[in-house]
């Protein structure tokens, strides 16, 4: 089974801390995404990366930056927190080939402060 | 970009009952996938149609693209399938997926 582990369940910081959220995946996906879940608005993606050291914005890229230097492992980093970044956030990887089917990790509930 | 409805936007059903949930979407795909996301937030991959007819237990996911709609029904309903349903979408070669904004189902016993 395709694992992707998200570092924390829960964090809650304080505002203009700089925080990490870690995602790893032990399938050897090429493609993982961040994404932020808020009532009523879904599921909407953040950044992307396609390959090491790659990454695209997604729909809502703005106090957000993310690093991958290793395949297994995408980080989402928040500069300086503000309360109106809240939410709970969703990394998931994809399966190559025809499929692409989306995996998603546990999720991260964080609360700025 | 392409837009994704999701209805009923809430739903709550007796145990044991039947319900189908929509997707529509604005464009042509070349994906597209269930999700439940369970009451503790963990999101699992129910079907990968988009096209065709699928069937996995009780669930079952029916894709006409042509008319650019996508159906998920569950049958004899239980509890543990409460949570909230997304469809999610893809167009085009890069793999990035544009979700909707979810059907929550309650289920009572």
């Known amino acids: 089974d395709v694992k992707v582990t998200q570092s924390s369940r829960y964090l809650v910081k304080r505002t203009g801390e700089k925080v990490f959220l870690e995602c790893v995946q032990d399938m050897d996906h090429e493609n993982m995404f961040w994404y932020r879940q808020d009532p009523g608005l879904g599921l909407r993606l953040i950044y992307f990366?396609?390959?090491?050291?790659?990454?695209e914005k997604g729909d809502i890229p703005e106090g957000y930056s993310v690093s991958r230097e290793k395949k297994e492992r995408f980080s989402l980093i928040l500069e300086s927190a503000s309360t109106n970044q809240t939410s709970m956030y969703l990394c998931a990887s994809i399966s190559e080939g025809d499929k692409n089917i989306q995996y998603f990790g546990a999720g991260t509930r964080l609360s700025v402060l | 970009g392409i837009q994704v409805e999701q209805s009923p936007p809430d739903l709550i059903l007796q145990e044991g009952a039947n319900s189908t949930l929509r997707c529509n979407f604005s464009d042509s795909v070349n994906n597209l996938q269930w999700f439940h996301q369970n009451p503790w937030g963990q999101l699992i991959n129910l079907f990968y149609?988009?096209?065709g007819t699928k069937q996995n237990g009780r669930l079952s996911a029916t894709t006409v693209a042509t008319e650019r709609y996508s159906l998920l029904y569950i049958s004899s309903s239980q509890t543990t399938d409460s949570g909230v349903y997304f469809c999610a979408v893809k167009t085009g070669a890069n793999s990035k997926l544009t979700f909707g904004k979810g059907i929550t189902l309650s289920v009572r016993p």
């Open positions: 990366s396609y390959d090491v050291k790659m990454k």
């Open positions: 149609i988009p096209s």
